[in-house]
């Protein structure tokens, strides 16, 4: 078991977080922005001090190898370097340089790898300039069509592919991250979990599956004044007790389901008039298939008339639930054992990378504590011996997947 320099992780993430900082402590680096220009400069610049190859591929993610005595593909590390505007100095740019350290204690100790390691930062994972999120990741897992990528513009109405070619890495098609033994993430929680019960690590078994629901009540409008109760037709009033019911219904199917009522829209919104429609959206995340089908049948069973307004759901969208490889989660946790750090099983609320390289790659992610559960925010915190102990077990992982890879799988390259 190799431990991590703590000094040297913590001395690395603060000079990450000078690329963008901002003056609350946090950071603005959005993607292929001058500032994340900076940031993989950096990157590049460490992984070729440390021996490793660089390609781009055709939407600028880089890939860093560290040859192996075997040619055959790698196991992959990976994350993002781009940040929201105004986000924390963790989020993303952890998974990298986690990375990054394990790599240099592999070489204190002199080891040498069996099978490449491979380090990538994906283009534009939050989506804040151009998007949607997790665009790179999602073209090359075949989740998007690339020439609709280009077109997406930011606020300034520079598109994705000026800031592509404007940024120098642009890369070829063929350097794409097709194939790799594994794949592992490491990110902060972005969560209270972990905080609340005082773990070390959290072993991800995949991404919450969610749908998202638009529910519209129809009535009529008329004077606040002259209409009788009896005689109305609000949709105010049938909202509210639909919104009622739906909390006492959904929140009877799981322990673990979340939903939120996250928008309401009433018309035409005037304090002397009745309104004549309500639209409002519950967004609902749980990590069985099962629960999830349930909470459909109670969305679309609300269809109905009711005091004389129409009510109509329609789903906006919906993912279905990730799940992690079960083999790779083992050995995060076998990991935690080893160095007897505390650990919780559980699912992302987020999404990130991996969920999309999960569909072509064996993929896990591992979780160190948001303090305060807080992120997207200047506020972000992790503690910087949680950072250590989380490169740990990344490194700690790797070096159990070779050993297994070494035995079986190698013998076909
Ligand atoms: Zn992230």
Redesign the pocket.
Known sequence: MYASDRSRLQALIERFSQFGATANGGVTRLSLSKEDVSARDCFVEICKELGMDIKTDDMANIYATLPGKKECPPIVIG??LDSVEKGGRF??VLGVLTGIEAIRTLKDNNIELEIPLMLVNFTN??GARFDPAMMSSGVIASKFNREEMLTSSDKNGITFQEALQASGYEGEQENRLTEALAYIEL?IEQGPVLAAKDCNIGVVEGVLGMVCYEITVTGESNHAGTTPMSMRKDPMIVASRLISSLHEQLGKIDDKLVFTFGRMNVTPNIHTVIPNKVVFTIDSRHQSPEVMRQVEKVLTGVAAEENGCRIRPVKLWGRDTVFFDEAICDEVEKSCHNFGYSFNRMFSGAG?DAQYIASIIPSAMIFVPSIGGKSHCEEEETEFEDCAKGADVLLRTVLALQTKFSRSTLNQY
């Open positions: 994350s993002h989020d993303g994972e939050e990110h990130h």
